[in-house]
């Protein structure tokens, strides 16, 4: 697709791949890029550093994800390229507590159905849109001491390929972008203020 003129929402726009989406979208001339993030601070320096505008949201919580598409395609247009990208590895063993679990669901599967769900919907519509799922080539194979990212190998990879053959019908794409290598893929609080680790969310949720 052509970048330029677009209005591209990405998510876990605070730092490490979902930063650099934002920096190269617009370098590429999009219309409007929209970084959001859990952290406000960080969705705010991204944007700053490219002219662009940031949005806070819980990707795990679907009132987060009505309220964003809601904003932007009412204050800024319809979105050409919506960026699915937030994303964190919790969960290191069986052993793990239910509340990583959780929201290793929550963030890795859910938060990319929310947005599909309310989205999506309004592609079809229109008769036209992208939806880029940042999945992880590690979710065809196995890592020795990598089960903090069982969940989000597996199940973003597996999302998509549910996905691409359900929206191919009618003439839209869901995208997979596959990271080999990321420095930042372990961090998994990278995104999270230290005022939600280890509490609720407003929508009840645990943040690890």
């Not at 605070?14 to 601070?41: H, P, T, Y």
């Not at 929550?106 to 992208?130: C, E, F, Q, S, T």
């Not at 799922?133 to 199940?155: E, V």
């Amino acid at each position: 697709m052509e970048i330029n003129h677009k209005i591209i929402v990405v998510t876990g726009a605070g730092s490490g791949i979902g930063k650099a989406l934002v920096n190269k979208f617009v370098a590429e001339g999009a219309k409007q890029v929209i970084a959001v993030d859990i952290n406000a601070a960080n969705a705010a320096a991204t944007a700053d550093a490219n002219a662009c505008l940031a949005m806070t949201a819980d990707v795990a919580c679907e009132a987060d994800m009505i309220r964003v598409i809601d904003d932007v395609e009412s204050q800024v247009g319809p979105i050409d390229l919506f960026c699915s990208n937030a994303g964190l590895a919790a969960g290191p063993s069986e052993q793990s507590p239910d509340q990583e679990w959780q929201i290793s669901w929550d963030v890795n599967v859910m938060a990319h159905v929310y947005a599909a769900r309310h989205l999506v919907p309004r592609m079809i519509k229109r008769g036209g849109g992208y939806f880029l799922n940042t999945a992880s080539a590690a979710g065809l194979l196995n890592q020795i001491g990598g089960g903090g990212l069982w969940g989000y190998q597996a199940r973003r990879s597996r999302l998509w390929r549910m996905a691409s053959p359900n929206l191919r019908p009618s003439g839209h794409q869901s995208i997979p972008a596959l990271p080999t290598s990321c420095s930042h893929c372990n961090d998994c609080n990278r995104s999270r203020p230290d005022r939600c680790r280890g509490a609720t969310s407003r929508c009840g949720r645990w943040h690890a």
